[in-house]
Structures are given as structure tokens and as C-alpha cells.
């Protein structure tokens, strides 16, 4: 990036020959301010809200050059005191401009860069509803994405009634302060505070922190694919996934020691099975949001009696064993206390142990932040308790409830640890596995993320989904979710087939299930789940035509498995996605970057859902300069237009790149599905 001096107290900033920031007095681009914020949690639920006291717009810049180095001092007026000082240098590539503020009064900055028209944004972490951040704004802060995420939506109504938990647009457990645009460009806030990226504005984005940011990165490439490539090595590669995980299904069963029984039926029907995942392996409790884990990380030996000897059987038998695990301690476990006892959970003011809300049970703060307090975890609670028990990976769940008043011991503040806190707990998983030998074996997945969660974690899962067809919570927002989350160095999503929260009435269907299960059969990993009232939502081993269903499409995902690998080098290598908007490899093709609903698995598959109920056909864009094959029908049709074909259960469409060196394996594919009867 290089700085040009223009006219008396101003500058610009250039990516390369795009530019980036217009610094004009009458027009400047940087503001500090003071605000009191209001902050409230609730069950991983936050009510946010600001007071701006003051903003006041840093008019007159100064510049002088050191060697290859930029440093402005920002002021009100000219002659008045600099209250920002900036240094703008270069590093690996990219451009950094640092930043310190002189007046430690101010709680607040503000950032515009040049907008230009029709430019498209990407990123802010896994971003659910929308993949074109245009026009828009996003708040940063990791979070329940909440129930329904629809503010106009009934389910929603309910959900902020009866629990401040309906969410909106926004909400995330995996948000990042990082963007990339159309024009060939990606900026990085280097922070860890609540901020927004905010879009809506014609003429310029506005970055929005409330504390001073460490610094603002900048990186320009020649294509979307190197700008991912530079997401991922600023971030930290997603450890390749093992065959294992992506050659059959993890079948979800939370029934105690009959889950080994139920696993049997799958079997039976065909189904490929990767592994069993078993989260009730602790033991359960009842509650009225349904059956709940008890988050004692013990083997259960009621539930799950010889569980040990379980696992090295199905193991014998090519299956692992999978399980669940959260950073926090239900008070009424065995391990809340002896982590009490060595002083290795967080306090409130008063100094006693800090007790967080879960709904109907209560539960201690590992401390992250010593050493200590994570040795511990790594090494009794993943290591004694989990690892060598025989488990093969576990859902890592949780990550975005650090409450906002508590104390940490190491005396950071917990509004600015709130964010970090999914990389802490990611990271402590990763050093778990790493003692016992295990990377690149294990595989855990997790939901709550933020900067850097790349390198710590081998696995996004999308959530907590409504079991439903909805816009803003339900199958299509995993799509949107998988394209956000790999544009920034994530290579590998899935989520849970069927969605997961039953409430108000919401129970999944028999075509919810087939067709989540179409598309996770394109994915890096499908993996089922019974969701969080399993006895009122039809089961896929329920009904004779899901399960048959499901077997075929976990027969299409192992078939896919040379072509998956492949995609796994790519990922190693270059950091990109396994799934792909489809501009990814279309970038002169305006009308890509308008899909939402659509991705490419790899360069050569191209996946449309059909994520509308009732729905027995799609109609989506194929893009140009390529034809594709319907992997159904062998019909070929132009890119650059609409196809619609028939889709019915049993055939999603799916076309691939005529030409591909995997046109052999795609077209075999055909003989692996037949439409269930209707």
C-alpha cells in the first residue's frame, strides 16, 4: 500500500493502483469518540446498545517518511495537539497502518474507506443470512445466533418473548472484523472489541470500534482465489481432515447404551458410517428446553456401562467413537469441584466462583487466560477423560458465553476477552490432541469462532438451525454460512443434518431430512444429528424411506472421496475452501456474485439444493465460459444462462464441468441414486 500526499492535510491510500482511503479535512476518514455501552447476556443471548457522548472528526493529517515507512499524526485543526498517530508499513503481503491514540479518554473509532459502486463484500466470519454484505451493517461480537433470526417471522416473536433468544441477520457465533471486496482487496481489524463493519452507506465503509484497534491490515491480490490463499496464511490453515471423516456418515444417536442397538439399523439399510457420535456419553439431564447434556466431562457409566470396551469393538469394525465436550463445569459434577479447589475458574467481584445461567443449571468458567487452567482441562478433561477413553473426536461446543462481568484471573477485561474467547477454547482442544499424538486424527468441530480460530480448529459447524425451510434459519443458511466462513481461510463446514432447534411447534419433516441430507451428501462431511428434543422430531432411522434416502446419499459422499481428496491437497496448499461461491473461479462473470443458494464443490461440481419446501424442481445459474453436465440426466447446458431441471427426492441437482478429470467418477454417480417413491 502507498501513501500520497494530497493537498494541504490530506492523503490517500492505494492497494496497489486501487484506492483505498481518502483522506480530505472537509471529507476525513478517521473519527474518535466516547460512548457508554449498555451490555446485557442472557443464556449467550446479548442486548447491545451505545451512547455516543462524543465524535469528533480528525480533520488535518501530517505526514513524514522514514525509509519505506508512513507516519501521519491526525488532529482536529491544524496547530492543535495529534490525537492519532498512524504508521503505515509493510509486512508479508500486506500493508499495515497501526495505531495509537495519544488521549486514552477515547473509548470509540471510526474508519471510512472508499465504496465503489456495485462492489461486492464478502466475509465478517460466518455470516448465516447474507453473503454479499453490501448494503448492510455487521456487528462483531460472538453470540447466539438466535431462534428463527427473523424479527417479521412468528418462531422469532416466540423466541424473543419467552427468552430474549429470536436473534436477527447478524447474529453469529463465528464473527470476524474481516472483509474482502470485488475489487480484489481485504481489510482486517486487529481486534478483539466489539466492532461493526458497516455497508450501507454509497460512498464510502465505515469500520466502527469501541476501543482503539491494535491496527487496520490491508491486502491486494490479483484474484478472490489469492486473496483467500493470504486469509489463510495471515490466519492459519484449517489441519487437513483424515479419510475417515469424509468417507462415510457420523451417525448422531443419544439414546445411552441403545445408540450401539440404533446404529445397527443404519448399518442394516446400507449406510456408510464413518463413525457414532454419542454426546450424551457424560449422561443427561431434563430441562423444559428439552433434554439437555450434564456437562460433567465423566464417562457416564449408567448410561453408557463398559463404554471403553464399546468403542474398541466398533473400532475393530472401522467406526469411531465421537463425543461431546463444552469449556464450562455444571456445579453439580464432579469436576466442578475439583477445578474449584485449585482455584481454576473465574470469580465474580466478590470473589467467589463465577456461576453462569445455562437454563435450569448452573455452571463454573474455566480460566482460560493461566496456564494452569487449561493444562488442566488439556490434559484430565480431553486427555484422561475423552482421548483415552478411545474417542476419535468430539463436538467442541460453546465458546461465545464468556460473560461480560466476569473476573479473570489474568485481569484482562472481559469485554475484550469475550471475542478471543473461541480461539482460547479452540486452541486448548488443539493442544489436547497434540499431546496425545493425535493431530490429524482426531476431529473435533465447533461452532463459536473469531480471528485465528482457522489454525485451531479442523472443523466449522454451522450451529443451531431451526428444524424448517426458513430464509434466515434453516437449510439455505448453511450454504451462506460454508461460502462466508471459506472466503476467509476455513476450509472445511458441515452441519447438522435436520437442523437442530424444535420449538413452538417446530418439528422437522421426512423432506426436511432428505433434502438436508442431498446437500451435506456434497459437502466435506455429513454428519447427523437428533436435535434438542429428539422424542417429538421424526429420526432418520424412523422412517424405512429416509433411512433409505440417507444410505444412498452417504454411498454418493464415500464415492466422492478421490475428489474430496484433492480438494484437501488444495486446501493445504493454497488455503481454499472445499465449498465455493461461485464467482470463486468465475470472477468476470457479474451475475456469479448475485448466488447465494448455490456453490461449487471444488472447480468441477456445481450444487443447487433445493431448500424451499414443497419444491420439486430448481432453476439456478450456471456460469459462463464452461458447459455443465446434469449428473442425473447427462443433459449438457450452456453457462452464462438459467437451467432448471427436475428435482426430486433422490436427485438434487448437481452438474459438473464438462471436461473435468473426474467426469468418469461424477457420471458413475448416476447409478448410486434413485428417486424415492413419493
Known amino acids: 500500500m ?165 436473534g436477527d441477520y447478524y447474529n453469529t457465533n463465528y464473527p470476524q472484523p474481516t472483509f474482502l471486496s470485488s475489487r480484489g482487496v481485504a481489510v482486517h481489524l486487529e481486534t478483539t472489541a466489539y466492532s461493526i463493519l458497516d455497508f450501507r452507506h454509497a460512498g464510502f465503509h465505515e469500520l466502527e470500534v469501541w476501543a482503539m484497534p491494535e491496527r487496520i491490515e490491508v491486502f491486494a491480490k490479483g484474484s478472490i482465489g489469492d486473496l483467500v490463499t493470504a486469509m489463510a496464511d495471515r490466519f492459519g490453515r484449517q489441519p487437513p481432515l483424515p479419510d475417515w471423516a469424509m468417507e462415510g456418515a457420523i451417525i448422531g444417536l443419544k439414546h445411552g447404551a441403545g445408540s450401539f442397538e440404533t446404529l445397527e439399523t443404519y448399518l442394516a439399510a446400507g449406510v456408510e458410517v464413518s463413525a457414532l457420535w454419542c454426546e450424551d456419553w457424560s449422561g443427561v439431564r431434563e430441562t423444559s428446553f428439552g433434554t439437555r447434556l450434564f456437562w460433567d466431562w465423566v464417562a457416564s457409566d449408567k448410561r453408557y456401562p463398559q463404554l471403553k470396551s464399546r468403542i474398541d469393538e466398533l473400532r475393530a469394525r472401522g467406526i469411531r467413537f465421537l463425543g461431546y465436550v463444552n469449556p464450562y ?115 473435533y468441530f465447533m461452532r463459536a469462532g473469531f480471528s485465528g480460530i482457522q489454525a485451531e480448529c479442523p472443523l466449522l459447524w454451522a450451529g443451531d438451525q431451526s428444524v424448517d425451510f426458513s430464509r434466515h434459519d434453516g437449510l439455505v443458511t448453511v450454504i451462506v454460512g460454508a461460502l462466508s466462513s471459506g472466503l476467509l481461510g476455513n476450509a472445511y463446514h458441515h452441519s447438522d443434518i435436520g437442523g437442530y432447534t424444535s420449538l413452538f411447534g417446530n418439528v422437522r419433516s421426512a423432506e426436511l431430512i432428505m433434502r438436508w441430507s442431498e446437500m451435506a451428501a456434497f459437502t466435506p462431511v455429513m454428519r447427523s444429528h437428533e436435535g434438542n428434543r429428539p422424542k417429538m422430531n421424526l429420526q432418520i432411522h424412523h422412517d424405512d424411506e429416509v433411512l433409505a434416502h440417507f444410505a444412498r446419499m452417504t454411498q454418493i459422499h464415500k464415492a466422492l472421496l478421490p475428489y474430496l481428496s484433492t480438494l484437501r491437497d488444495e486446501a493445504a496448499d493454497r488455503g481454499w475452501p472445499l465449498q465455493r461461491p461461485l464467482f470463486f473461479h468465475h470472477e468476470d462473470d457479474a451475475l456469479c456474485y448475485g448466488v447465494f443458494d448455490a456453490y461449487l464443490l471444488g472447480r468441477d461440481l456445481l450444487v443447487a439444493p433445493v431448500w424451499q419446501a414443497g419444491e420439486t424442481g430448481r432453476t439456478t445459474y450456471l456460469p459462463a465460459g464452461e458447459k455443465w453436465v446434469h449428473l442425473w440426466t447427462g443433459e449438457t447446458f450452456d453457462g452464462g444462462e438459467d437451467a432448471s431441471v427436475e428435482a426430486p427426492i433422490g436427485t438434487p441437482p448437481v452438474f459438473f464441468r464438462q471436461g473435468s478429470s473426474f467426469e468418469a467418477l461424477f457420471a458413475g454417480l448416476a447409478a448410486l441414486s434413485a428417486p424415492s417413491p413419493s
Open 2 to 166: 502507498r501513501c500520497e500526499p494530497v493537498a494541504e492535510g490530506g492523503f490517500d491510500l492505494f492497494a496497489d493502483d486501487r484506492l483505498i482511503l481518502a483522506h480530505r479535512p472537509e471529507t476525513p476518514s478517521f473519527f474518535l469518540g466516547r460512548g457508554e455501552e449498555r451490555m446485557e447476556m442472557y443464556r449467550g443471548n446479548f442486548d447491545i446498545e451505545d451512547y455516543v457522548t462524543a465524535r469528533l472528526p480528525l480533520a488535518h493529517a501530517e505526514l513524514s517518511r522514514e525509509g519505506d515507512d508512513w507516519h501521519i499524526a491526525l488532529s482536529a485543526r491544524p496547530g492543535d495537539p495529534t490525537l492519532l498517530a498512524l504508521k503505515l508499513t509493510q509486512e508479508s503481503g500486506r500493508s499495515i497502518l497501526s495505531v495509537e491514540a495519544r488521549d486514552p479518554s477515547f473509548n470509540r473509532f471510526w474508519l471510512r474507506l472508499v465504496a465503489e459502486e456495485g462492489e461486492h463484500l464478502f466475509g465478517g466470519g460466518e455470516q448465516m443470512s447474507y453473503l454479499d454484505l453490501a448494503g448492510r451493517r455487521f456487528p462483531m461480537w460472538t453470540s447466539e445466533p438466535g431462534v428463527g433470526r427473523d424479527k417479521t417471522s412468528p418462531l422469532t416473536f416466540e423466541a424473543d418473548r419467552t427468552g430474549r433468544a429470536g
Open 329 to 443: 463445569l455444571c456445579n453439580d459434577g464432579t469436576l466442578f469441584s475439583e477445578a474449584e479447589a485449585k482455584g481454576l475458574l473465574a470469580t465474580d467481584d466478590t470473589g467467589n466462583t463465577y456461576l453462569v445461567d445455562f437454563g435450569e443449571f448452573d455452571c463454573g468458567v474455566v480460566d482460560f487466560t493461566i496456564d494452569e487452567a487449561a493444562q488442566w482441562f488439556e490434559d484430565r478433561v480431553i486427555g484422561e477423560n475423552m482421548l483415552d477413553l478411545g474417542l476419535s473426536g468430539w463436538m467442541a461446543d460453546f465458546g461465545e458465553y464468556l460473560p461480560i462481568d466476569v473476573q479473570l484471573k489474568d485481569g484482562a477485561d472481559p469485554k475484550l476477552m469475550h471475542n478471543a474467547w473461541p480461539v482460547l477454547w479452540g486452541a486448548v482442544n488443539a493442544r489436547a490432541v497434540a499431546k496425545k499424538g493425535r493431530s490429524g486424527d482426531v476431529v
